[in-house]
């Protein structure tokens, strides 16, 4: 691991402790700072980051410390690091990192914590998403997108959660598929298993919160090329403000079922197409021809 990303994981990563990271802003603001040190510096060698050179960047003593303090934890990256064997991290300054997650700019996260197949991210993606509270109709919506992803050789991805995401998931895994499931919880409770990639951002011991829910929803939407919305029964929840998001930052095309509710009709009415039950093949969609006002 380089320099560059041993700062990354050091300024931005809890690693297990009780710390105050820095945000994705606070980081931005020394991120070239950062480069420019450990451009030429031996692996781990952080010493030319020192208070004085701090100062020169601007930063009062109180922050100084607070940097310095976090990158003065070596050890504690290099325990974390490898305290599971079959946990590996990804950081976005790595190659490897998947491509549509850069685009979420300062909300891409610094690193993800994976297990499974990392080769997954680089497959194409689809996303399925909705209700956890499904009705019949709703779940199968969501188990035929998991087929159809298996199918026709697509990747599913998803947020683990009952109702739309577990439903498409298994459908994917029983016709010969492969799932991403972005995880909002400590990835450290799944067990390994085959064709299923689990990853979580930031860490791989941080408890489940609505926040860290909602940026995982966030990163389902990023990851696939479309992104299918099972059941939005309300304009509200996480199911609406994941999409809703997605159509405003135009991350990827959205299909919802078009089921009449509230959701699905205020979802359309922002860019997401509606589309029947049963659908064509998924690399055949497009959003101006499914359109249910074409």
């Known amino acids: 691991m380089r320099g560059a990303e041993e700062c990354l994981l050091l300024l931005c990563c809890k690693l297990g402790q009780p710390v105050k990271p820095l945000t994705p802003a606070e980081y931005k603001q020394m991120e070239s700072y950062v480069a420019a040190v450990t451009l030429t510096r031996p692996k781990g060698d952080l010493g030319s980051i020192?208070?004085?050179?701090?100062?020169?960047?601007?930063?009062?003593?109180?922050?100084?410390?607070?940097?310095?303090?976090?990158?003065?934890?070596?050890?504690?990256?290099?325990?974390?690091?490898?305290?599971?064997?079959?946990?590996?991290?990804?950081?976005?300054?790595?190659?490897?990192?998947?491509?549509?997650?850069?685009?979420?700019?300062?909300?891409?996260?610094?690193?993800?914590?994976?297990?499974?197949?990392?080769?997954?991210?680089?497959?194409?993606?689809?996303?399925?998403?909705?209700s956890r509270m499904l009705l019949a109709r709703g779940a199968?919506?969501?188990?035929?997108?998991?087929?159809?992803?298996?199918?026709?050789?697509?990747?599913?991805?998803?947020?683990?959660?009952?109702?739309?995401?577990?439903?498409?998931?298994?459908?994917?895994?029983?016709?010969?598929?492969?799932?991403?499931?972005?995880?909002?919880?400590?990835l450290t409770r799944y067990a390994v298993r085959e064709n299923v990639l689990y990853c979580s951002a930031y860490g791989y011991d941080l408890p489940f919160s609505g926040s860290r829910a909602l940026y995982r929803n966030l990163l389902i939407h990023a990851l696939g090329e479309k992104v299918f919305v099972a059941q939005c029964p309300s304009t509200s929840g996480g199911t609406w403000s994941g999409t809703s998001e997605n159509l405003k930052r135009r991350l990827s095309d959205v299909y919802v079922l078009n089921d009449g509710s509230a959701g699905a009709n205020a979802l359309i009415a922002l860019g997401a197409t509606g589309v029947k039950d049963s659908l064509p093949p998924i690399a055949e969609l497009r959003p101006s021809q499914l359109s249910i006002f074409d």
């Open 50 to 130: 020192t208070p004085r050179y701090l100062a020169t960047l601007g930063y009062n003593e109180e922050m100084s410390a607070r940097i310095l303090s976090l990158l003065n934890r070596p050890r504690v990256l290099h325990d974390y690091l490898t305290a599971h064997r079959d946990i590996h991290v990804l950081t976005r300054l790595d190659e490897a990192f998947p491509q549509r997650l850069r685009r979420l700019g300062g909300d891409c996260p610094p690193a993800l914590f994976c297990k499974g197949d990392t080769a997954l991210l680089h497959t194409r993606c689809i996303s399925a998403v909705g």
């Open 140 to 186: 199968a919506f969501a188990q035929e997108v998991g087929r159809r992803a298996a199918k026709e050789g697509f990747t599913l991805v998803s947020g683990n959660a009952a109702g739309a995401d577990t439903a498409a998931q298994e459908a994917c895994l029983r016709a010969g598929g492969s799932v991403v499931c972005f995880v909002p919880d400590e």
